[in-house]
Antibody, heavy 123, light 107 residues
Framework: EVQLVESGGGLVQPGGSLRLSCAAS????????MNWVRQAPGKGLEWVSY????????YYADSVKGRFTISRDNAKNSLYLQMNSLRAEDTAVYYC????????????????WGQGTMVTVSS | VIWMTQSPSLLSASTGDRVTISCRMS??????LAWYQQKPGKAPELLIY???TLQSGVPSRFSGSGSGTDFTLTISCLQSEDFATYYC?????????FGQGTKVEIK
């Protein structure tokens, strides 16, 4: 079964750090780009970060640039998000999502999502 | 940054209705658009990619159209399991962005 399982969420104080993990199974992880997407309580979806299959290309949303670091370990079939200098506005469910590219024109979409892990930033 | 305007934010409808959701871009994105469905407490699920291509396993009552700046998601005959929140997302350029979401509720 194709699956993504996030872990590492929890309660952290403002200014603190947290490292999220996403364990992939049921597919060739090293062949896919991956993403983190978050959703604040009662709010919409926000794309956070992208990493290519070989880690050669990385992008961040402006809201997290300089504070968050995405990485992956293809040998361990795992994706990570290191979150530093956390703020109250980072409180959200964090999802990892597989990036599927369709056709020669490079149409992307997030075809597989994890169940999410909750991060709460509060004193 | 490409800004997206998704409308309406709330849509009240009945089972069997035909509903349409709009997504408008601040600049042209060709067909680099996807649509997702999210139910409460669950992760989003991919419905449509490349603006109009149905993801495998998605019922044919869902369809997408549009190119450039204006896109539409249509549910031809609303079923009980379709009451959910729908999001568009552009993949034309980073930062990738989602629409604000449309909640489809029971009328």
């Amino acid at each position: 079964e194709v699956q993504l399982v996030e872990s590492g969420g929890g309660l952290v104080q403002p200014g603190g750090s947290l490292r999220l993990s996403c364990a992939a199974s049921g597919f060739t992880f090293s062949s896919y780009s991956m993403n983190w997407v978050r959703q604040a309580p009662g709010k919409g979806l926000e794309w956070v970060s992208y990493i290519s299959s070989s880690s050669s290309t990385i992008y961040y949303a402006d809201s997290v640039k300089g504070r968050f670091t995405i990485s992956r370990d293809n040998a361990k079939n795992s994706l990570y998000l290191q979150m530093n200098s956390l703020r109250a506005e980072d409180t959200a469910v964090y999802y990892c999502a597989r990036d599927q590219t369709y056709g020669g024109n490079g149409y992307d979409a997030f075809d597989i999502w994890g169940q999410g892990t909750m991060v709460t930033v509060s004193s | 940054v490409i800004w997206m305007t998704q409308s309406p934010s709330l849509l009240s409808a009945s089972t069997g209705d035909r509903v349409t959701i709009s997504c408008r871009m601040s600049q042209g994105i060709s067909s680099y658009l996807a649509w997702y469905q999210q139910k409460p407490g669950k992760a989003p699920e991919l419905l449509i990619y490349a603006a109009s291509t149905l993801q495998s396993g998605v019922p044919s009552r869902f369809s997408g159209s549009g190119s450039g700046t204006d896109f539409t998601l249509t549910i031809s005959c609303l079923q009980s399991e379709d009451f959910a929140t729908y999001y568009c997302q552009q993949y034309y350029s980073f930062p990738w962005t989602f629409g604000q979401g449309t909640k489809v509720e029971i009328k």
